[in-house]
């Protein structure tokens, strides 16, 4: 085993991106890399609202996904402490630097599934199948996950009644064109939409929460500096402020500027690995910046819409949808994971 220990914790998009990105940049010699992390699997999040209509899952096997030197162990890490995590089981692991890449988890209302957390997706899943002719569904959130859940269910199962209720306009975050294109999809498929927030359950059958928002609690439990919101706090290197010897990445990272996102973990999961590797070798660490391209969102798998983007993220009115918008969507999916797999990526640099 080489002398220095890194771990990197969670296998998301910024964890496997990190970790096989120091696979590639340290010696094995040197340094050992071993990424915990609390399920066998890498998840692609963004197709959970897939798993819950039963139109494709989301899983694979974090070994196919990471480099052989990576050593996996699987477990939730209960404490980061000084130099060793703490596992739920009562295990430990050493560390001498540390990526923090614990991501999100979703937080949803009693009798309501949190479609962002795998296994309550599954549930949902389960739950959708045993629905019959004219139940019910009611999907909460009108951002993109909310858009691509009801979109996804209304397509897949025309029996039942997708109903779509949202606090804020629906696709806020999109160009107004693109904003009335999703609209218009929606309605094509059925989809009611009702400005508000929720109140419980009424007469749904299943109830989907799809406001993503919340994060793991680790960092907050082990004592590092966090936001409000339990986001770890990091310089402009991606270190945590209140520890050094710990980079952050990804959505449990407080970065500055940026939208929760595989296009933001991705690069931060690289920028973070390089950094450390850097660092390892007596270079200074580089700050972290990166630019917007834009957002899209799938409307079924027959639909999406691909919205450009000013660098600094505002929707500008270059957009596109209908079948090539899906197969766009479909590419991009496919590569945020095989760039995760081989820890090789690029991004443009933040607007000045
Ligand atoms: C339905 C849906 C659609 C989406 N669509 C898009 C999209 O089109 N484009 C886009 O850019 N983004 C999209 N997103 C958001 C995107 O999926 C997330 O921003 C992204 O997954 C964040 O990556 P991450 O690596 O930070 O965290 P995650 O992907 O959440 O990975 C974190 C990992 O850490 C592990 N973990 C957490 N706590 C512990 C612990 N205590 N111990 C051990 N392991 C732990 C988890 O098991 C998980 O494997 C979507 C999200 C959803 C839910």
Redesign the pocket.
């Known amino acids: 085993m080489g002398s220095t220990q890194i771990v990197v ?7 496997c991106m990190a970790a096989n990105r120091l696979a590639r940049r340290t010696d094995r010699d040197d340094v050992s890399i071993t990424l ?4 066998p699997d890498f ?1 692609e ?2 197709r ?2 897939q798993r819950v209509a039963g139109t494709g899952d989301a899983a694979t096997p974090l070994t196919d996904l990471l480099n052989p030197r990576i050593r996996v162990v699987i ?3 209960d404490r980061i402490g000084d130099g060793e995590l703490s596992l739920s089981g009562g295990a430990t692991v050493p560390f001498d630097r540390l990526i923090y ?5 979703p937080r949803a209302p009693e009798g309501t599934f949190a ?2 957390d795998p296994e309550q997706a599954g549930k949902a899943q389960q739950v959708l199948a045993g629905l019959g002719d004219g139940a019910r569904v009611t999907v909460v959130g009108g951002g ?2 909310g858009i ?2 009801a979109a996804e269910i209304a397509e897949t199962r025309p029996d039942v009644s997708v109903a779509m209720i949202s606090d804020g306009e629906v696709a806020a975050s999109l160009y107004p064109s693109a904003r009335r294109r999703v609209q218009r999809e929606l309605d094509r498929l059925g989809v009611t939409c009702e400005r508000g927030r929720y109140a419980g359950p009424g007469d749904a059958d299943l109830v989907l929460w799809a406001v ?1 928002t919340d994060v ?1 609690e ?1 960092a907050a439990r082990s004592g590092l500096a966090v936001t409000e919101d339990g986001r770890v706090q990091v310089d402009e290197y991606l270190h945590s402020l209140s520890d050094p010897r710990i980079f952050a990445a ?3 990272a407080a970065v500055p500027g940026q939208r ?4 933001t ?1 991705l690069p931060q999961g690289a920028h973070a690995a390089a950094n450390l590797a850097r660092e390892l070798t007596g270079k200074p660490p580089r700050p972290y910046s990166m630019g917007y391209t834009g957002q ?1 969102v799938s409307i079924g798998r027959r639909r999406a819409v691909i919205q450009s983007a000013r660098r600094d993220d505002t929707p500008i009115r270059v957009w596109f949808g209908g079948r090539a918008g899906a197969a766009v969507k479909e590419v991009v999916c496919r590569m945020a994971k095989t760039v995760a797999g081989t820890g090789r990526y690029a991004w443009l640099p933040a607007p000045r």
């Not at 914790?9 to 964890?15: E, F, K, S």
């Not at 915990?36 to 399920?39: D, E, G, L, Q």
């Open positions: 914790v969670g296998g998301g998009y910024a964890g915990v992390n609390a399920r998840v999040r963004v959970l609202h477990g939730a890490v890449a614990a991501g999100g988890a479609v962002g993109l996950t691509e859940t993503a793991s680790l990804g959505d449990g929760l996102s595989c296009q973990a899209n």
